[in-house]
């Protein structure tokens, strides 16, 4: 089998992991990051998002995925390895029938991470209008907000997994952004950062806050709902007009704040992990193959 690398002239494909318009496609697979592996049937790239490894495919329909999905990605394995990633994400998003995918990725050794939702702000274009001579949203007495300096950035990462806990992204993906950030922006309360919010900068009008969390400690004071409007308002500087922001579902204190911020629920999606490192790997199959025999036999075994 031959593989091009980066493209191959084919006809448009119609199944893809995330809704790309083509053009938004073509963009993404002609970035100096990405890599990607092709054939006339469907495409798959690697892609640097915001601190992560994603996977993105695009299939001219389910059977030439179900044929050609191993395959391509067996071509793109050894570039992870060599690239120092800890895992790879891949993200099914709105996707009507996963019944042939979720096997192959199995095979390929991604495990299901969790569901996710977006939550989104429309309408900023309004909000930059209405206050731009403004200040920012009101901050709780006893609190101060500002933007993040890089002696922040060891709190902020302990922070992310202390609120997040399993649905953490990772301190990797956690410093990569803080790296890569338009702006961040911290809560903190006697010199303890006890929130934080990180905005990617905008892109075709959309500006996405990468994470946003609040100390544990001080849940229950409505500081996530400040800090989602502070991310917002700094979003409609930048000139975006919609403001983004991926929240697990189950987490009911998250999707309160939220609301309360004017967010309102968009689309879903189901994310997808692989770890690089193959002793992890081997130690996730022996874990479900113990699972298995308990199971079946019982747990005296």
Avoid at 30 to 44: A, I, M
Avoid at 286 to 295: F, N, P, Q
């Amino acid at each position: 089998m031959t593989f091009e690398r980066n493209t191959v002239e084919a006809a448009t494909p119609r199944l893809r992991n995330r809704p790309l318009r083509p053009r938004e496609w073509d963009e993404l697979i002609e970035r100096d990051d990405v890599t990607s592996v092709s054939l006339e049937e469907g495409t798959l790239a690697l892609v640097p998002t915001h601190g992560q490894l994603c996977l993105y495919f695009a299939f001219l329909g389910e059977e030439e995925g179900r044929t050609h999905f191993a395959e391509l990605f067996n071509e793109l394995a050894d570039d992870i390895a060599d690239d120092g990633w800890p895992y790879t994400r891949i993200d099914l998003v709105e996707m009507m029938n996963r019944i042939w995918i979720e096997p192959l990725l199995q095979d390929a050794e991604f495990r299901p991470h969790g569901e996710w939702m977006e939550f989104e702000r429309r309408e900023l274009r309004e909000l930059r209008e209405l206050r731009e001579d403004m200040p920012p949203p009101e901050i709780p007495e006893g609190y101060r907000m500002r933007r993040a300096t890089e002696a922040d950035h060891e709190q902020i990462v302990e922070l992310e997994a202390a609120a997040y806990g399993d649905d953490a992204r990772g301190e990797e993906a956690t410093r990569i952004s803080l790296q890569q950030a338009n702006w961040t922006g911290v809560l903190e309360r006697d010199g303890r950062v006890c929130g934080y919010a990180i905005n990617a900068t905008a892109e075709r009008g959309v500006g996405r806050i990468v994470s946003l969390a609040v100390d544990p400690d001080d849940w229950g004071q409505g500081l996530g709902r400040v800090l989602a409007e502070a991310a917002a308002y700094q979003v409609a500087s930048q000139g975006a007009t919609r403001a983004t922001v991926e929240i697990n579902p189950e987490v009911g204190p998250a999707i309160r704040a939220l609301r309360a911020a004017e967010f309102r629920p968009g689309r879903r999606g189901v994310e997808w992990r692989r770890v690089t490192d193959a002793a992890a790997r081997e130690q996730i199959r022996e874990s479900e193959r113990r699972a298995g025999v308990k199971a079946r036999f019982g747990q005296w075994r």
